[in-house]
């Protein structure tokens, strides 16, 4: 645009020179031409400076894109939980660090592997639709969003884990995210306060067993110090010559009264 500007300015200063007689020489100049020219510098000008407009906008456009991704990424890979993208065939196509760590494989490799090889029972079929595994969407129809399943580290041990599942659309392929947290720790503390309650619960019923123990050696112990001394007394009765039979029953009778007395207290307690 700046050469055709140039050639116009410097063809009408040679014009201008001619017609003022300053010089003598052919005039060569086409003032339809020119115009042409210029109409022609002017378009091509409004499409370099719209390009390099456009051009400006789609670096910006693409640095803030790649800040965005950037951003996205540090929040999957520092997230607390795994995170798994998998496609309609449930592979694994994006899988975070601490999906690495819960299942023991290297991060990368986590991606190509089946999520039920992993979590077996994560997704499921839709019943009586025809749906095949290749073709069916993991959404409302998968188990484990909320519930507690178990997952496979690579070394075989069985790891207790909550998934939930969520649909993700990007363009026209449908994708599902995967967070899956591993409770492990927290059933363990659960049964560890299950058993200290338990524990609580025995020691508590011992307590009580002890106080009833010594409410009843209270309770029976008059009844059995009478049922001692009337016994003892009947002995040294029939001791006498004559023996005193009259005491002696007397005694029984006490000792009669003293065991049902002790019958009450026991069928109280």
Same mark, same amino acid.
């Not at 010089?23 to 060569?28: L, S, T, V």
């Not at 592979?91 to 992993?118: E, K, M, V």
């Not at 095949?132 to 041990?157: I, K, Y």
């Given at each position: 645009?700046?050469?055709?500007? $140039? !050639?116009?300015?410097? +063809? ?12 003598? #020489? ?7 031409? $020119? ?23 789609? &670096?910006?456009?693409?640095? =803030? ?10 929040? $999957? ?9 998998? %496609? ?10 601490? &999906? ?7 991060? &990368? @490799? ?28 993991? @959404? ?34 449908? !994708? ?5 947290? %591993? ?10 306060? =299950? @058993?200290?309650?338990?524990?609580? #619960?025995?020691? =508590? ?11 009843? &050696?209270? *309770? ?14 009947? +002995?040294?009765?029939? *001791?006498?010559?004559?023996? %005193?039979? @009259? ?23």
């Amino acid at each position: 645009c700046g050469s055709v500007l $140039v !050639f116009v300015f410097a +063809q009408n200063t040679w014009l201008l020179l001619l017609v003022l007689k300053i010089i003598q #020489a052919p005039i060569i100049v086409n003032t339809a031409f $020119v115009c042409v020219i210029g109409v022609l510098s002017y378009e091509l000008g409004g499409d370099v400076l719209r390009a390099a407009s456009l051009s400006r906008e789609l &670096a910006t456009s693409k640095s =803030s894109l790649l800040d965005s991704e950037m951003r996205f990424r540090l929040v $999957v890979e520092n997230a607390p939980r795994a995170i798994l993208m998998l %496609d309609v065939s449930g592979y694994i196509r994006l899988a975070n660090a601490r &999906a690495g760590h819960l299942f023991g494989y290297p991060q &990368a @490799d986590l991606c190509g592997l089946q999520i039920n090889t992993l979590v077996p029972g994560l997704i499921q079929e839709a019943p009586s639709t025809g749906i095949t595994p290749q073709s069916a969407v993991p @959404d409302n129809r998968v188990s484990g969003a909320g519930h507690r399943l178990e997952a496979r580290h690579v070394s075989g041990r069985i790891v207790s884990v909550e998934a939930a599942i969520s649909p993700l659309h990007i363009a026209s392929d449908i !994708f599902s995210i995967v967070t899956i947290t %591993d409770i492990s720790e927290r059933q363990r503390m659960e049964q560890q306060i =299950s @058993d200290q309650r338990d524990e609580i #619960a025995h020691l =508590s019923r011992i307590s009580l067993l002890g106080e009833l123990a010594g409410s009843l &050696a209270h *309770e029976l112990n008059q009844p059995l110090t009478v049922i001692l001394s009337n016994a003892q007394a009947a +002995q040294s009765f029939l *001791e006498h010559v004559p023996p %005193d039979l @009259d005491e002696v029953d007397e005694c029984l009778d006490l000792v009669v009264k003293g065991s049902r007395l002790a019958n009450e207290v026991i069928l109280r307690m």
